[in-house]
């Protein structure tokens, strides 16, 4: 199947800091990528949706000045959370759809993010 | 906005036991139907979909779900669980057209004891 990486796989960072989190499609070029919050024993809540080459479409409730994304690539999209704060902790999973190939979504392995 | 909800949160069952995990959502168009299964430490990953066709799927490892439409319904089952099967499953819904986005069930853990 399809392989999608993040990177890092967690990292720690200092209140008011920013951290860029990486999202990559290893053998496939994904047309859409999808960014995820997973908060404890919840589900996952989808924070914005990356097309190659436009902007990310974010969800309601979602900062997109705090939560940048940018879709350089067919297989490439970055989460880069700014002046992060400790409500901000969190795992982020980010998905890439194939393209030609609606509707299935193939997930990465996720960053946990800790901010002290 | 659509919504789908996964009555049980956690299960835990023994060894060849069956299953079944109810999955019911709310949007009245055409749509599309996900299990997802997260094994402890490792990511997501499709156990099965429906998009249509014949409303009995099955899927990897021994799964199945059954699409009824009048019920709003996609319930997962498996007729003997293994340990090996403890997760989280999640269930998922696509709006047809809406643009690959999906909106996730809240979860349920299962856990089976040998």
């Known amino acids: 199947g399809a392989v999608v990486s993040q990177h890092p796989s967690w990292v720690i960072c200092k209140s008011g800091t920013s951290v860029k989190i990486e999202c990559r499609s290893l053998d496939f070029q994904a047309t859409t990528m999808f960014w995820y919050r997973q908060f404890p024993k919840q589900s996952l809540m989808l924070m914005a949706t990356s097309n190659e080459g436009s902007k990310a479409t974010y969800e309601q409730g979602v900062e997109k000045d705090k939560f940048l994304i940018n879709h350089a690539s067919l297989t490439l999209s970055t989460l880069t959370v700014t002046s992060a704060h400790p409500e901000d902790s969190s795992f982020y999973i980010c998905?890439?759809?194939?393209?030609?190939?609606?509707?299935?979504?193939?997930f990465g392995p996720g960053t946990r993010l800790t901010v002290t | 906005a659509q919504s789908v909800s996964q009555h049980n949160h956690h299960v835990i069952l023994s060894e060849a036991a069956s299953l079944e995990l109810g999955c019911n959502y709310s949007?009245?168009?055409?749509?599309?139907l996900f299990w997802y299964v997260q094994y402890p430490g490792q990511h997501l990953q499709l156990l099965l979909k429906?998009?249509?066709?014949?409303?009995l799927v099955k899927g990897i490892k021994g799964f199945e779900a059954e699409f009824i439409k009048s019920k709003f319904s996609f319930n997962l089952r498996k007729p003997s669980v293994q340990w090996s099967d403890t997760a989280e499953y999640f269930c998922?819904?696509?709006?047809?057209?809406?643009?690959?986005?999906?909106?996730f069930g809240t979860g349920t853990q299962l856990k089976v004891e040998l």
């Open positions: 429906y998009f249509s066709g014949d409303p």
């Open positions: 998922a819904v696509n709006r047809a057209g809406g643009g690959n986005k999906l909106t």
């Open positions: 998905s890439a759809s194939l393209a030609g190939e609606s509707y299935e979504q193939y």
């Open positions: 949007y009245g168009g055409t749509v599309n």
